[in-house]
T-cell receptor, first 113, second 110 residues
Framework: DAGVTQSPTHLIKTRGQHVTLRCSPI?????VSWYQQVLGQGPQFIFQ???????GRGNFPDRFSARQFPNYSSELNVNALLLGDSALYLC????????????FGPGTRLTVT | QKEVEQNSGPLSVPEGAIASLNCTYS??????FFWYRQYSGKSPELIMS????GDKEDGRFTAQLNKASQYVSLLIRDSQPSDSATYLC??????????FGAGTTVTVRA
């Protein structure tokens, strides 16, 4: 079975621009979570979506938004990019609601210049 | 106080030895605990989950949980060079997110 997929793999953007990252969960999984990981730190929770509804949001500014589609894929949008947004963005899928076992995709490496 | 703290590395062990990794968490309501392995430049990979007090073994890995002490550990027996990676402890303080420690980098030397 295919695992979690994310696109693009790498992205370079300029300060002030907007970016959209995409994620497809494992087949049969209905929950998608987004995390940000900067070098030397563990992943930081951004959002979780289940059945197209936002179930939780981490301590990130309103420049960050996300949505989940009927096929359970998801998008993470970041507006007005800052240098500090440079990080690895990880999508994780899980079977149902709750924070059970989460399986990560390969990530999108975002560089803001 | 950080939600999840791990013993700072790096941890260097000889091939064939036991690597011992520790993790403490601050939120007593946490019910699920996970260990992820992350190779350099890759995403985290789930290697162990534990939900009740005691030990859980899976191959060369053993996870130990003590909720009263708010402590989780991971033992890697017969360490191999392929075990060289950063190990992340994750805890769920609520029903939708995982909180991660900063990770402990393990190097297995031949």
């Amino acid at each position: 079975d295919a695992g979690v997929t994310q696109s693009p793999t790498h992205l370079i953007k300029t300060r002030g621009q907007h970016v959209t990252l995409r994620c497809s969960p494992i087949s049969g999984h209905k929950s998608v979570s987004w995390y940000q990981q900067v070098l030397g730190q563990g992943p930081q929770f951004i959002f979780q979506y289940y059945e197209k509804e936002e179930r939780g949001r981490g301590n990130f500014p309103d420049r960050f938004s996300a949505r989940q589609f009927p096929n359970y894929s998801s998008e993470l949008n970041v507006n007005a990019l800052l240098l500090g947004d440079s990080a690895l963005y990880l999508c994780a899928s899980s079977l149902g609601t709750g924070a059970g076992e989460q399986y990560f995709g390969p990530g999108t490496r975002l560089t803001v210049t | 106080q950080k939600e999840v703290e791990q013993n700072s590395g790096p941890l260097s062990v000889p091939e064939g030895a036991i690597a011992s990794l520790n993790c403490t968490y601050s939120d007593r309501v946490s019910q699920s605990f996970f260990w992820y392995r992350q190779y350099s430049g890759k995403s985290p990979e789930l290697i162990m989950s534990i939900y009740s007090n005691g030990d859980k073994e899976d191959g060369r890995f053993t996870a130990q949980l003590n909720k009263a002490s708010q402590y989780v550990s991971l033992l890697i027996r017969d360490s191999q060079p392929s075990d060289s990676a950063t190990y992340l402890c994750a805890v769920n303080p609520n029903d939708y997110k995982l909180s991660f420690g900063a990770g402990t980098t393990v190097t297995v030397r031949a």
